[in-house]
């Protein structure tokens, strides 16, 4: 069974972020929910999965979500969860102080990147995956951000230069990025 979220309508900042990064198609893909959730330990937020629902694999301008049906990966969950917790595996043993990256409660788990320089988090709770905050990271200089919103806010703040994201106050000085799925 593939447990589906919906798609135009359902999720009003997954709509919004598409008509800010003008995309206006949709994907073939339909992930395996209940597969990603049972090999993950715990349920996606509901905009991450509006979002895979309605967008392919691809960038947001500099922005790049990690989607469960790149090609390395689709159909495969244990290697998509694993390639998550393997992206920040040296940043646990160092040590740094913008937190653990993991998929226990109280970690940190990236969900896209900015640039390849800064990874965007979800900050792991035991609460539901609705209300998880988010965290944006900068591994080279050590320093963090919370994000007090979901996913999708997040996204939406970052990519229209509302100035609200210190740490991405650099995405401000381009045009707002178009949604490129990846061939």
């Not at 900068?138 to 320093?143: A, H, L, N």
């Amino acid at each position: 069974m593939v447990d589906h979220v919906g798609m135009t309508g359902e999720c009003p900042a997954i709509d919004l972020l598409a008509d800010l990064v003008g995309w206006h198609g949709a994907t073939s893909y339909a992930p395996d929910w209940p597969s990603l959730r049972k090999t993950f330990g715990r349920p996606f937020p509901t905009d991450f999965r509006c979002y895979v629902e309605r967008f392919p694999p691809g960038a947001l301008g500099l922005v790049q979500v990690f989607h469960p049906e790149e090609a390395d990966w689709r159909g495969h969950p244990t290697s998509y969860v694993a390639q998550l917790s393997w992206r920040n595996e040296s940043a646990n043993v160092v040590g740094r102080r913008q937190g653990r990256f993991g998929t226990r409660s109280g970690d940190l788990l990236a969900w896209g990147t900015v640039n390849g320089e800064f990874e965007l988090c979800w900050e792991l709770t035991d609460q539901p995956a609705e209300t998880w905050g988010c965290r944006i990271v900068d591994i080279r200089c050590d320093e963090a951000e919370h994000y007090p919103g979901g996913m999708a806010d997040l996204l939406l703040d970052a990519l229209s230069g509302t100035g609200r994201i210190h740490l991405l106050d650099h995405l401000r000085e381009l045009p707002p990025p178009r949604f490129e799925p990846y061939a």
